[in-house]
């Protein structure tokens, strides 16, 4: 369970980042735009690309086997991007639906095109490995 936790503020350290230097990758806190909202949509996320990572992620690799090996594994940059647009959508459909208007009040992720998504991926899976080694350092797994 506490390795579950760890990779949800990993993943939400990395979302941050990713949120921070890619342009078209934003976040819209769920319940308002206090900093506990935002920190608590930055959880949320992470643990939602933390579940979708364990649960599809695998599944999507044995499927495209065939275009890893044909494209020398740059399928991957491709992969991580579709499941950051997946985690993009479910995070659009968890929120409030006291009032929403569509494309004017969605919560959540959201990313303009698999181009952006691939390079939050990208950006992401960087940031992850620098919080993972700095939590390895720490002694924090």
């Given at each position: ?19 921070s ?36 992620a ?52 959201t990313?303009?095109?698999l ?6 991926a990208?950006v ?18």
């Open positions: 369970m506490l390795r579950f936790f760890v990779s949800t503020i990993v993943n939400a350290v990395g979302l941050w980042v990713a949120t230097l890619v342009p078209q990758v934003n976040i819209t806190p769920y319940g308002g735009e206090g900093v506990w909202e935002t920190i608590a949509s930055f959880l949320l996320i992470g643990a939602m690309f933390g579940i979708v990572n364990a649960v599809i695998p599944v999507i690799k044995v499927l495209a086997l065939p275009l890893y090996i044909i494209t020398f594994g740059l399928i991957a940059f491709v992969i991580n991007g579709a499941m950051l647009l997946l985690v993009a959508w479910l995070s659009g459909l968890i929120g409030s639906e006291i009032l929403t208007i569509e494309g004017f009040t969605s919560e959540g992720l990313i303009d095109s181009g952006w998504a691939i390079l939050a990208i992401m899976s960087i940031a992850s490995f620098l919080t993972r080694s700095v939590l390895r350092i720490l002694k924090i797994r």
